[in-house]
């Protein structure tokens, strides 16, 4: 298992590596490239390198191998902050054990499966001792729960007594399967997760988790799905389409009375539509759709 957790690690930074070079192929390579020489001329210093790590500790054994004595307590040292999973986190099992004995801040996800009593009992075990900083609760419910759960789950925190830092992860919860099969998700479920937490001011911190989402929005950013034409005549400066009401009575009287005109700009018989948009809405969660002119 620990060999596992090694290769996620050189996948995820082959991931980068594949944005870097389709950074190459951009047309702003120049400027991103002076951007990432200027960065790296700067002067090292550990008040300007200051920053903080933080993973799901799932691999236990891989954990307990990077885990050390430092003086009386005991650290996982593959990152700062490490957390919990919503599906380890049940309180006979290993993983808690795990985190119980380790002394880095810990973080714990929240789904919806999480009952009030048993996230009581959990933040309770996690944090004996009530210290400021030891617990992060990360809620990610899915986009439509939030409302319904989060103050149950707040009331029952109260009534531990444990202190613990709020923070929404919007991404986590609200994952579709596109027909690529790659598992994706729509931007509007991740806002409509954030915004559903209501902020309680007598009880919370409330943090926002980025780390998927800059990954998501870099990849929206960068992505070629997200400029409105993609593919169609990109030489030429600006596609028009102009056709003669003739042309169009033609076109009706060879296709059942119907013109048929892509506006979803994926079609392969642009102008025309060749019912790309439907694996495009899917893909991208839109909803475009052509422009049909009918005889009658
Ligand atoms: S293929 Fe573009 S609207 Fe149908």
């Known amino acids: 298992m620990a060999w596992a957790g090694y290769w996620h690690s050189a996948a995820t930074l082959n991931f980068l ?31 300007q390198l200051e920053f903080f790590t933080s993973h ?11 885990t050390r004595a430092v003086g009386s307590k005991y650290y996982n040292l593959s990152a700062h902050l490490v ?10 099992c290993a993983h808690i054990e795990y985190f119980r004995g380790i002394s880095n ?50 009331q029952a925190v109260k009534e531990s007594g444990v202190p613990v830092t709020w923070q929404c992860d919007g991404v986590h919860g609200n994952g579709v399967v596109a027909s690529n099969k790659l598992k994706t998700r729509c931007f509007d479920d991740i806002m409509t997760e954030i915004l559903e937490v209501k902020v309680d001011p007598t009880s919370l911190a409330i943090g926002l988790g980025l780390g998927a989402l800059a990954g ?59 019912g790309s948009h439907g694996k495009y809405n899917k893909e991208c969660c839109d909803n475009t759709g052509p422009l049909v002119l009918k005889t009658a």
């Open 105 to 154: 801040p810990i973080g714990v996800k929240v789904g919806p499966s999480m009952k009030n009593d048993e996230l009581k009992d959990l933040v309770t075990v996690l944090n004996p001792k009530k210290e400021e900083g030891r617990l992060m609760l990360i809620t990610r419910y899915g986009a439509g729960k939030a409302e319904a759960m989060l103050p149950g789950h707040i």
């Open 56 to 66: 799901e500790a799932m691999q236990l054994d891989l954990e307990e191998a990077l």
């Open 216 to 274: 998501f929005l870099l990849s929206k950013a960068l992505s070629k799905s997200t400029l409105v034409n993609p593919g169609i005549d990109k030489a030429s400066e600006k596609v028009a389409t102009v056709q003669t009401l003739k042309q169009v009575e033609e076109t009706m009287k060879s296709n059942d009375g119907k013109a048929v005109f892509c506006r979803c700009w994926r079609s392969s018989k642009f102008p025309y539509c060749d």
């Open 83 to 92: 957390w919990i999973g919503d599906r380890t986190r049940q309180l006979d």
């Open 17 to 47: 590596r594949g944005y870097i070079s389709d950074l190459k192929g951009s047309e702003h390579a120049a400027s991103y490239t002076a951007d990432a020489q200027a960065i790296a001329q700067k002067p090292l210093s550990s008040e």
